[in-house]
């Protein structure tokens, strides 16, 4: 899902910065194998009958569950998230968090009621816990079994419902006769190796989890009204005034459709796959540069996390007036876009956005992690993928271009994060979060910065190779940290590894300070040697040139390699190193004339670095150039600006 950052004010804002970000290299292909299809475990056969005046979808169907884990299983759990917005004792409504990801109340309240959830011919919704003794929520039932499941067993549910969609709200619901479908059916939570379901109700700022399986979904709507669903068209016709189209996917963990009477449709053959973008007439400027992002990201996706293994893309771009809260989120082989007909090309929302939900593709479809316990695998990691292909694609501009001059969405990631970055851990539960403003901040972009700045101190290469490693080989397998961080050591080392642990887990940040320079004219030592079977007695007297001596600091907690320049009278240049595994080092230095400036991670690599004011010495033309770099941080100009 897409932060709600003011991404255009911030663009206006940010304008004043350049940035010098090494352009990706180009990637040597990854070697770590792909993970196999998964066993499914809940495969859905359903039908949804939207009635688009009353707002309504009848529902019908079963589940079929096979027990995969190595425990009996004698209750499941069901998540009926569209309760969510059924009144303001839900969870979802009951999280203080502020604006994030727009506003949370709809006008029009949702709501799902099971009428029958059948197992063997009777009907256990009777005896179902529909909350938790002392709590209204409504979103996370308890349904007890007449008997246990065994491992390896497969059962059937049949199911019947009733959705009240809502206004839209947390990308769902209707606006007009626009209608978007999302957590729309009764859905079992994440089975478990063990036997128990990782269950949760609707939190505010998390998003889901689930088992895959295969969805064989049935949409009825009024003739006039245009699909766009999970998975392909397995079978279409119009029949008594109403279109049905049959929806089949395989290895999917969720399904979402979307129904309008006013859609354009374009379809395009993107690297092996059909894109169907669904759009408003006027939205044809917006939808090319979608589509244009598209083409570069499918084939920069494939080679760097495997190829997208579905035939279809879906992509629908809600009409900005009334329904632009459904833009900008991800279901498995769809996506939503946003924003309005006129966004300037300037403002590069439209590609971001898009590149975004896309990489949802992998860090949510494919990858599946839990994303109540751990969000920053899920939008951290997306929010680097997305950097990195629009740093890939547009180089500098990555975040849009205005009056000439261009900003990073790196760069943006940096400066968003920099404020929050003591404030709470990036890799905690979503609902954890004191704040959706620190949740934005952190989860989204201090992971982003964070992976960023491990590409640029121990190499984007084996960055880009730790990604791919870690998309590939837990493709399906509903990883979690501990996997990421693995991947992370196998290709970086224990050192990027313990300094990414410290950052996610730990509030680790970093400064480097100088602390201060000797220098004076090259002395010869004086006394007596004994050379070649000669003694000598060398009087004290200066030499040729300057010796020196830099004092560096590292405050913080993260341990990441860093470069010095010196810049000399005569206009020549050396690159020192320090480590970072020490909290201060000297580090000497001689040269014909005396250093002119000196600076401390001058390819700005270490965008974690909290305060850039003290890495620079020397005279204050050394210290202007390093204001022209995004890197320098801007609180004065953007502190009071930001969510
Ligand atoms: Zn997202």
């Known amino acids: 899902m897409r932060r709600r950052a003011p991404a255009l004010l911030l663009a206006a804002f940010a304008v004043a910065l350049g940035e010098g970000s090494p352009r990706a290299d180009w990637l040597p292909q990854v070697p770590a194998p792909l993970a196999p299809h998964p066993d499914s475990i809940a495969d859905y056969t359903l039908r949804a009958t939207l009635d688009p005046a009353a707002h309504t979808i009848r529902g019908e169907g079963s589940v079929r569950f096979t027990n995969r884990s190595e425990k009996p299983v004698s209750e499941l759990w069901v998540h009926l998230y569209l309760n969510a917005f059924k009144n303001e004792r839900s969870v979802f409504l009951r999280e203080p968090i502020g604006a994030f990801r727009g506003s949370s109340r709809p006008a029009s309240w949702g709501t799902i009621d099971v009428r029958r959830f059948a197992f063997e011919g009777k009907d256990l919704w009777p005896q179902a816990e529909k909350s938790r003794p002392g709590d209204d929520d409504e979103t996370d039932v308890r349904v007890p079994l007449p008997r246990a499941i065994a491992p390896g067993e497969q059962v059937e549910l049949a199911m019947e419902w009733d959705d009240h969609l809502p206004s839209i709200v947390e990308r769902t619901g ?106 408003p007439r006027g939205y044809e400027a917006v939808l090319e540069r979608e589509l244009e992002t598209l083409r570069f990201a499918l084939p920069h996706f494939r080679e760097r996390y495997g190829p997208y293994p579905y035939d279809v893309l879906t992509v629908v771009h809600p009409p900005n007036d009334g329904a632009g809260e459904a833009g900008g989120m991800e279901y498995p082989t769809l996506i939503t876009t946003g924003g309005p007909w006129y966004t300037p090309r300037a403002v590069g929302t439209i590609e971001q956005i898009t590149i975004h939900e896309f990489g949802h593709q992998y860090f949510y479809g494919l990858l599946a992690t839990n994303e109540l316990a751990w969000p920053f ?76 700045t491990l590409a640029r101190t121990y190499g984007k290469v084996s960055m880009d190779r730790a990604m791919g490693r870690y998309a590939r080989a837990f493709r399906f397998q509903h990883p979690e940290p501990r996997d990421f961080l693995g991947c992370i050591e196998a290709e970086m080392g224990k050192g990027a590894a313990e300094n990414a642990r410290r950052a996610l887990f730990e509030k680790g940040w970093v400064d480097y300070s100088i602390g201060g320079l000797s220098r004076g004219p090259r002395t010869t030592a004086a006394g007596v040697f004994d050379q070649g079977g000669k003694r000598e007695t060398r009087p004290p007297g200066a030499g040729s040139g300057y010796d020196g001596t830099l004092s560096l600091m590292r405050r913080g907690t993260l341990q990441l390699p860093v470069d010095v320049r010196i810049t000399y009278e005569d206009g020549q240049s050396e690159t020192l190193h320090f480590a970072g595994d020490a909290e201060s080092a000297r580090l000497d230095f001689t040269h014909a004339r005396r250093p002119r400036s000196i600076e401390v991670d001058p390819e700005h690599r270490v965008l974690l670095d909290g305060d850039r004011s003290n890495n620079v010495f020397g005279e204050p033309g050394s210290f202007r150039k390093t204001m022209d770099h995004t890197s320098f941080w801007v609180e004065t100009l953007l502190g009071g600006v930001l969510p």
């Open 377 to 452: 695998l899920d939008e951290g990691l997306n929010s680097y993928a997305e950097s990195e292909s629009l740093a890939a694609w547009k180089g500098d501009a990555s975040g849009g271009a205005l009056l000439g001059l261009a900003v990073s969405d790196v760069a943006v990631q940096a400066v968003v994060s920099h404020d929050a970055q003591h404030d709470e851990a990036v890799a905690k539960p979503a609902s954890e979060f004191l704040t959706g403003r620190d949740y934005g901040r952190l989860v989204y972009a201090r992971t982003a910065t964070i992976l960023e």
């Open 174 to 279: 209707f606006s007009g006769s626009f209608h978007f479908a999302g957590q729309w059916f009764p859905k079992l939570a994440k089975l478990e190796k063990d036997g128990t379901f990782t269950h949760f109700p609707f939190h505010h700022l998390a998003e889901f989890y689930a088992d895959y399986g295969t969805y064989d979904v049935t949409v009825d709507v009024p003739e006039a009204f245009r699909i766009g669903a999970t998975g392909p068209v397995k079978e279409s016709k119009v029949q008594g005034g109403r279109r049905i189209e049959r929806h089949v996917q395989t290895d999917v963990h969720d399904f979402a459709f979307t129904a309008w009477d006013r859609f354009e449709v374009r379809d395009e053959r993107i690297d092996g796959v059909a894109v169907h973008a669904l759009y």
